[in-house]
């Protein structure tokens, strides 16, 4: 796993370590979904469908769960159905709107998938304490635009 090295400048070393420090995570929570046999995107919308608990969810509806608004949610889907982790059906009030629904095999993988990414934050975070984690959020939160 490749982490590019720091760029030192006054201008932006906050925003480079925030930009490394997610860069860095991230690629550690792929690793972490290696054994799950799922992406970080397909595992974004099985989070989402587990949310809904039951209920299904159209494929723009689970566009709006995705961290990354340029991702192919049909594609992934489409993905995610050759596992048997989801179903897609028609809508029967609107037979041109696609449902998707979590499936048992979805829900075990998730359960998987989830323990790995769990055991992954809690040794990220366990140098910060509860007010670090807390402070940390708010600011972060803070740089959203």
């Known amino acids: 796993m490749h982490t590019p090295k720091q760029v030192t400048g006054k201008d932006n070393d906050l925003l480079t370590q925030i930009i490394l420090s997610s860069s860095a995570i991230i690629n550690k929570q792929k690793k972490a979904l290696e054994s799950s046999d799922l992406s970080l995107q397909q595992f974004q919308i099985l989070k989402a469908l587990k949310s809904l608990k ?39 009030a609107d ?4 449902e998707v629904v979590l499936t048992k095999q979805g829900k075990a993988v998730l359960q ?28 972060l939160s803070k740089l959203k635009m």
Not at 112 to 118: L, P
């Open 54 to 92: 039951g209920k299904p969810a159209s494929i723009n509806n689970l566009g709006e769960y995705m961290f990354d608004k340029m991702s192919n949610t049909s594609r992934l889907v489409d993905k995610l159905k050759a596992k048997n982790y989801v179903k897609r059906a028609h809508a029967q």
């Open 112 to 139: 998987k998938a989830e323990r790995a990414v769990n055991r992954l934050e809690k040794t990220i975070l366990k140098e910060l304490s509860s007010r670090d984690q807390s402070g940390l959020s708010k600011i």
């Open 95 to 98: 037979r041109r709107k696609v």
